[in-house]
């Protein structure tokens, strides 16, 4: 079996979740078919080619089009490409059509992976203005023509039949994110590892000494950034909070998250006061490092389909504060694994807290539980290293994404 993955992003060129679950994901799948990987950011090279990794641009006549125009350029060079494959997998509105009209010229079936919903990021139309029309367009034509539909969480599955009802609820199957456990694990506590990490720690203005909460993700409406900017004016001064923050959506909401991060460090006593930002990427290694020179990792997202930050933050042994939100409450086993926070949240596709003041103290309130015990804080770290161990290894995930393919396959 041949099947053509298709992509907005891929190594070096990932800026989010949907990115590390195909290079994942297509991993594994490799040892039971065919894999071919098509994303954008252009041509990758003979030797990546080699390796059924495909790269393309945005046509030349459309470099300086609408984003979303530009991305359905991409997808009809993509779509005249798939000849050969036995099945198309797209994964996130960008390679949607590609898929779809793929499947549609080639007459092979279309799976769409669903790691977030466009109706319920309406946010988006402050970076894509009318092109949010079009996004949002072009996922509902591909869900609606799929013939499967992989929900990353029973929470997402939950928002898509709810989003298009016109769907038959057979074709939505749920096949959760995964981790490579290998990968994320937290270094050694002596020899070269553990002082390779703690230079890194210490590099990026960190102190490991110190009690810390980390946060990663994107600046972006979805991840609620500004909750937890607001609520870590209740930690302790002795508490760092970590900001692994970049690739914003606007201006508009990077200019918020500047106005709240120079008040904070204000009202903490001046200076940088305990506020880490780091606003690149970092390389994986790093990463890890600061993860497990954290005592414990927060998610505060309003939406968020499943997580792979919580997964990879158990992985190295860090307990997870969590809204309870989408499909954070699969991952994150209240008071076992971390502690969930409850949120009243706007059905206008928002996620807006209902009371947001409310929202903020229970996140902080969360937050200042967990610190209050580094003992149990370590042991809820270690539960839920297991718990990733134990439902969320890729081996089991690609497996049951074969699953998949061969339900749609027969038809």
Known sequence: MRVDLLTREFPPHVYGGAGVHVAELSAVLRRHADVRVRAFDGPR??????????????????ADANPALATLGVDLTMAADVAGADLLHSHTWYANMAGHLGGLLHGVPHVVSAHSLEPLRPWKAEQLGGGYALSAWAERTAYLGAAGIIAVSAGMRADILRVYPELDPAKVHVVHNGIDLSRWARP????????????????????????????????????????????????????????????????????????????????????DAGVVWIEEMLP????????????????????????????????????VVGTATGGIPEVVEDGVTGALVPIEQADDG?????????????????LLDVLSDPQRAADMGEAGRRRAEEHFSWAAIGERTMDVYRTVLRG
Not at 45 to 61: H, K, L, N
Not at 301 to 316: D, F, K, Q, T
């Open 350 to 366: 928002t996620g807006t807290p209902l009371d947001p003041p409310a929202f903020v103290r229970a996140l902080g309130d969360a």
């Open 45 to 62: 090279g003979p030797e990546a080619e080699a390796d059924g990794v495909f790269g393309y641009a945005v046509p030349a006549s459309l």
């Open 188 to 271: 050694a506590t002596t020899g070269p590892e553990a002082d390779a990490a703690e230079q890194a720690v210490r590099r990026l203005g960190i102190d490991p000494e110190r009690p810390s909460v980390v946060f990663v993700g994107r600046i972006t409406r979805q991840k609620g950034l500004p909750y937890l900017l607001r609520a870590a004016e209740s930690l302790p001064a002795d508490v760092q909070l970590v900001l692994c923050a970049g690739a914003p959506d606007t201006p508009e909401i990077l200019t918020e998250v500047k106005s709240l991060v120079a008040g904070l460090r204000e009202k903490r006593g001046g200076g």
């Open 284 to 319: 994986r290694p790093d990463l890890v490092a600061v993860l497990a020179a954290g005592t414990v990792f927060v998610c505060p997202s309003v939406y968020e389909p499943l997580g792979i930050v919580n997964l990879e933050a158990m992985a190295v042994g860090l307990p």
